[in-house]
């Protein structure tokens, strides 16, 4: 039985969901994989519920930690941002310790570099959930169809607009109505921004063009356009165009 020792950065909701799935699931992943999964380190910067904290874990305010100690063979980012998490894929790989991350903007923005590096010192990055966790999408395209030439990606990338826009047809809501909404249902941030102006999809869109077709892209070319500015009567004017072209057919 072989035992991974795992050491989690960013310990707030999505780092605590992290540790909660590997303690509950720990049997279930032994059973199917022959690896046995124990969370020994946790870090963030604020105090942590000691409710909260696995058993046995260690926990420290400072990711460096986490670099040189003998007890964490893989590193899980769940922090966000860019700066401080790139700093930490780099150096957990320098110091040869695998990583696994969600972080979209991170890869779009530094994936060719970190990549690389995992390539030079022959590690994995783990970053499934970075596009469509609940897919597997990146698995199939490295896995599945490597005999395959793809030669197109068609998708919804975005849950937040796709339920926005969704709300705004089905029901005749204007925007604010139904970003309201999905804010009140969970869908959307406090701070839309990120999925109503397009970045999330377009860092997505970045991440599945490298894996499909290896190519080498700068995400700040990737023309993007959000739908903070589309309407109730857009969108009925669409409907209204779509069933004139109906008919006429």
Known sequence: MKHVRVGIVGFGTVGRATADIIAKHASLIERRSGVKLVVTAVCRRQPINSSDIPAKAKVTTGWKDLLISDDVDVIVETMGGV??????????????KPVVTANKKLLAEHGDELFALAVARN???????SVAGGIPILRVIQESTAGDRLRALHGILNGTSNYILTQMESRGLDFDQALAEA???????????????????????????????GG?????????YGIRDVRAVDIRVRQNADLA?????
Do not use: N, W
């Open 83 to 96: 700066d401080h998490s790139l700093q930490l894929l780099r150096g957990a790989l320098e110091h040869g």
């Open 123 to 129: 590690l994995p990055i783990g970053f499934e959930a």
């Open 183 to 213: 804010q009140k249902a969970g869908y959307a941030e406090a701070d839309p921004t990120f999925d109503i102006d397009g970045q999330d999809a377009r860092d997505k869109l970045c991440i599945l063009a490298r894996m499909a077709f």
């Open 216 to 224: 080498r892209l700068d995400v700040a070319r990737i023309p993007t």
């Open 245 to 249: 072209v109906a008919q006429v057919r």
